[in-house]
C-alpha cells in the first residue's frame, strides 16, 4: 500500500485547508485510517482516525469540533477537513492506514504534508 498526502500549506490563523490522502496498491485491504502530526516533542500524535467503513470517527481533543476526518473508499481517499486553524495547529501532518490482519497485518504511513498556520 502506498499513501500519498496533499492539501497542505500555508493560512492565517482561523482558515480553512482540507487534506487529502490517496492510497493506491492492496487498498482492498486497507482497515482503519487516520492522521498523525508531529508535536514539538518530534513524535507523532494522533489528530484523527476512521473506521473502514466510515462508520465511526474519534479526535483529539485539540482538534475536536474543528476537523473532520472522512474517507471515500471508492476513489481510495481519506481527507481531513480543517476549520479554525491555530498557530498550534501547525506541523507536518501524515496520513496513516493499518493494512491487513493476524500476522500480515502492518501499519503504512505517507511521506507527510507540511501546515504553517500564522498567527
Known amino acids: 500500500v502506498q499513501l500519498v498526502e496533499s492539501g497542505g500549506g500555508l493560512v492565517q490563523a482561523g482558515g480553512s485547508l482540507r487534506l487529502s490522502c490517496a492510497a493506491s496498491?492492496?487498498?482492498?485491504?486497507?482497515?482503519?485510517m487516520g492522521w498523525y502530526r508531529r508535536d514539538p516533542g518530534n513524535q507523532r500524535v494522533l489528530v484523527a482516525v476512521i473506521t473502514s467503513d466510515g462508520g465511526s470517527t474519534d479526535y483529539a481533543a485539540s482538534v475536536k469540533g474543528r476537523f473532520t476526518i472522512s474517507r471515500d473508499n471508492a476513489r481510495n481517499t481519506m481527507y481531513l477537513q480543517m476549520n479554525s486553524l491555530k498557530p498550534e495547529d501547525t506541523a507536518m501532518y501524515y496520513c496513516?492506514?493499518?493494512?491487513?490482519?493476524?500476522?500480515?497485518?502492518?501499519?503504512?504511513w505517507g511521506q507527510g504534508t507540511q501546515v504553517t498556520v500564522s498567527s
Open positions: 496498491g492492496s487498498t482492498f485491504s486497507i482497515n482503519a
Open positions: 496513516n492506514a493499518d493494512v491487513g490482519s493476524g500476522r500480515n497485518r502492518m501499519m503504512y
